[in-house]
């Protein structure tokens, strides 16, 4: 009796939470459409117009000095690159002054971080943490919604496989799966419990859809890809987001098969708004719309602004073609009304989640601006999974961890003192806030070691140029030393936005810096700095210890103390492949087996390898080190054979056998060996990251069900073929450890 009364309480107050939502979604409604009536039609395009305030431009700029008169008249809806909680006030006063007190939005790059910045997004996938990155994404947004902030373009959830395109750097790699999960993730990060909790962001998954597949690495290229790779590869991501709960979502620059996203009625309205059912609101990527032009899709601004519409961008971002076109298409009746209020319902409906419209200024708290911007907590936050975002590459016979009472270090490299640098792209400079709170490597190792260790430093070079001026210093100073740590890699802008680079070298003559070095006969620690996948064989192939240390942000210099000295045993792993020349790329793990496999026997007969180079990347997706060793055993299958609608449980045992407490990331692999589609030679399906003490075993379970199993066939149905599967658990997509099969059986 006692559980009925109990079973009957619970579901009557599921029941009561569900009609409360209910009810506030109605009555957002209700509101929405009150506010909708009053509207004039030159308002409600006021809604769907987006100009960058004066402090900063992410995009070619169009100077507007009127904005404030526009604002006063009701025709703009949104600001970005709009910082402060005084700034944002000063703005949506003059919002308050117009006819019917709309509210303005926000919105801002709060990519990795806002005034505490975290590693670049690609070094936080690294970690494989999920759990970690949503709290960097929580305290991005805590941080940035103190500031007057409501909405983030953010996360990048773009699947990128060609480290020659500089914003691989702000996504989350190559794989789907990983990158489903780490969208997911990241959304549930920027909006926290709810939107309208003052420390909620809007999320905004972009850029949607297929940018990472620019032709050559290019940024803006054209993306030339069959519906089958978009669905499979590409799309998964962005269902995740959806799934999440994104509030809004940005297309894209480039053009699919000849169709620029912003008009691609296809995936914004069939897919994104039709079959997922996303409520949201889509913005154009920075002057997309017009930039139709350019692709040849339409003849002017006036047919721009008619393809956008009637694809379903919602939102305007700085092309003005939506201000001075639609008034027009109205008129001549090649736009229904129905469609602009469309757009428009969907942007007030987010200006009420978010309560702007109970208190536009709910945001613009000064006094919890200085308290969020200043939390300690946060640092630590940043520090923690910036060690996590550290790959061991090497570790030639356990030079790391370094003892901290090393007598004499010599650390040396053009990226040993800098600060910003630590920062990578989409970092946040806010006015006048102090953004040299950053850790410097340099500063990291002098907070870490005492006064046993004598520290010594030469830059030895630039990170660019020929000059080779400062080796003899760096020389000098490391014959004197036990131990040389060395800082080489990119400049932290040679990553990002418009940043395509067609070879993928350490620039400059750092790596004749490191072979000077090596030629002093001392043990070397290399620390790699970049935003993307780099090609450094030399380095790779003569440098005893290697950490990849990416971007970290602001804790950069006390993570990577962490990490060199032991207080941290590296468990990263790579979320994308690391070529062993551009001329490898594209290059992934999940890749098809084709009519004539790939060999690496330099045997050259008839098969899909170079003549010229190993079939191999450098490093592979997930592959990174640990300064312990993990053993994988006891393999063990609940049944061999499944019917499609059953599950089969998978357990494995993984045991600490090294010298240090660490973490691991277990992998699961699938490959499905016959499909009416070529199925890949594998493709992740499933991880676990497990922390063991030394010594310690833990068992790892996986269940695979027909989610796993199924692909899109010959019509793009997402579907489950009976036949053989290959089962592998792996330390990387390389390194399979364990493996078995089972049958799908009808
Ligand atoms: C940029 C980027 C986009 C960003 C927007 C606003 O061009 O493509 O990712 O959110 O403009 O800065």
Not at 158 to 165: E, G
Not at 346 to 357: P, Q, S
Request: charged fraction near 25%; hydrophobic fraction near 40%; include cysteine.
């Amino acid at each position: 009796m006692k559980k009925v009364v109990i079973y009957i309480s619970v579901l009557l107050i599921a029941v009561i939470q569900l009609s409360n939502v209910t009810a506030q979604q109605k009555s957002i409604k209700q509101k929405v459409d009150s506010v909708l009536r009053s509207m004039t039609l030159e308002e409600k395009i006021g809604q769907l117009n987006q100009y960058n305030d004066d402090w900063k431009a992410t995009g070619p700029v169009t100077v507007d000095n009127d904005k404030a008169n526009q604002i006063r008249k009701g025709q703009v809806g949104s600001l970005l690159n709009c910082l402060g909680t005084e700034r944002t006030r000063s703005w949506q006063n003059i919002a308050m002054q117009s006819r019917l007190k709309i509210p303005l939005l926000f919105g801002q790059d709060v990519i990795h971080g806002y005034k505490t910045t975290f590693p670049i997004p690609l070094a936080e996938a690294c970690s494989w943490d999920l759990d970690a990155m949503q709290l960097s994404a929580r305290i991005a947004a805590t941080e940035a919604s103190a500031s007057g902030i409501h909405w983030t373009f953010a996360p990048m959830v773009d699947i990128a496989r060609d480290p020659r395109w500089g914003r691989v750097m702000e996504g989350a790699g190559e794989d789907p799966y990983l990158g489903s999960k780490i969208a997911y993730a990241r959304v549930k990060g920027f909006q926290g419990n709810k939107l309208g909790d003052v420390n909620a962001l809007m999320a905004c998954a972009k850029h949607f859809a297929a940018y990472g597949a620019a032709i050559g690495g290019r940024d803006y290229n054209s993306v030339d890809m069959s519906d089958r790779m978009l669905w499979e590869t590409y799309l998964p991501p962005f269902k995740a987001a959806v799934d999440a709960g994104a509030a809004t979502f940005m297309n894209s620059f480039n053009d699919i098969n000849g169709v620029p996203a912003t008009g691609n009625k296809y995936l914004q309205r069939d897919i994104l708004k039709g079959k997922w059912g996303f409520k949201g609101f889509v913005v154009s990527d920075w002057g997309s719309i017009g930039e139709m032009i350019n692709h040849g899709n339409v003849k002017n601004e006036y047919e721009a602004a008619l393809s956008a519409i009637t694809a379903g961008s919602d939102m305007d971002m700085e092309s003005r073609c939506y201000k001075k076109n639609l008034v027009q298409l109205v008129k001549d009746k090649k736009v229904a009304v129905a469609l602009i209020d469309d757009a428009v319902k969907r942007i007030l409906t987010k200006k009420f989640e978010l309560g702007l419209f109970d208190d536009p200024f709910k945001f613009c708290d000064t006094e919890r601006e200085r308290q969020a911007l200043n939390n300690p907590e946060h640092a630590k936050a940043a520090r923690a999974i910036a060690a996590k975002s550290i790959v061991l590459l090497k570790n030639q016979n356990n030079l790391l961890p370094l003892s901290k009472n090393t007598r004499t270090i010599a650390f040396i490299g053009p990226l040993v003192k800098p600060l910003r640098q630590n920062k990578g792209f989409w970092d946040i400079e806010i006015p006048g806030i102090d953004s040299n709170f950053i850790v410097s490597q340099w500063e990291g190792l002098q907070n870490k070691l005492g006064t046993n260790t004598t520290l010594l430093y030469a830059k030895g070079c630039n990170i660019e140029g020929t000059t080779k001026d400062g080796f003899a210093e760096a020389v000098e100073i490391a014959k004197q030393a036990d131990v040389v740590i060395l800082s080489i890699g990119e400049r932290r802008d040679m990553s990002g936005e418009a940043k395509s680079r067609s070879m993928l070298n350490i620039p400059g003559v750092q790596e004749d810096l490191l072979a000077a070095l090596l030629a002093t006969g001392k043990p070397i620690v290399v620390l790699i700095n970049a935003g993307r996948p780099l090609v450094f064989n030399y380095t790779a192939d003569n440098a005893p210890a290697i950490l990849y240390t990416w971007w970290l942000g602001s804790e950069a210099g006390n993570a990577i103390a962490d990490v060199l000295f032991g207080d941290y045993n590296p468990s990263a792993k790579l979320p994308i492949t690391f070529p062993v020349s551009v001329g490898q790329i594209p290059i992934y793990y999940s890749h098809f087996n084709t009519g004539r496999p790939a060999t690496n026997d330099n045997s050259h007969n008839y098969n899909s390898s170079y003549n010229d180079v190993s079939i191999f990347p450098k490093y592979e997706f997930g592959y990174g080190l640990s300064y312990t060793d993990f053993q994988y055993s006891n393999l063990q299958l609940s049944k061999k054979k499944m019917k499609v609608n059953e599950e089969i449980e998978v357990i494995v045992t993984i045991t600490n056998t090294g010298k240090y407490d660490g973490e691991e990331v277990v992998q699961l692999y699938l490959r499905d060996k016959v499909g009416s589609i070529a199925r890949p030679v594998k493709e992740l399906k499933d991880f676990k990251k497990i922390k063991l003490n030394i010594g310690e075993s833990k068992t790892v379970k996986f269940i695979i069900g027909k989610e796993k199993l199924s692909f899109y066939n010959q019509q793009l149905q997402w579907v489950v073929e009976p036949g053989d599967f290959d089962l592998m658990i792996g330390a990387s997509s390389r390194d399979i450890r364990l493996k078995d099969n089972f049958e799908v059986v009808k």
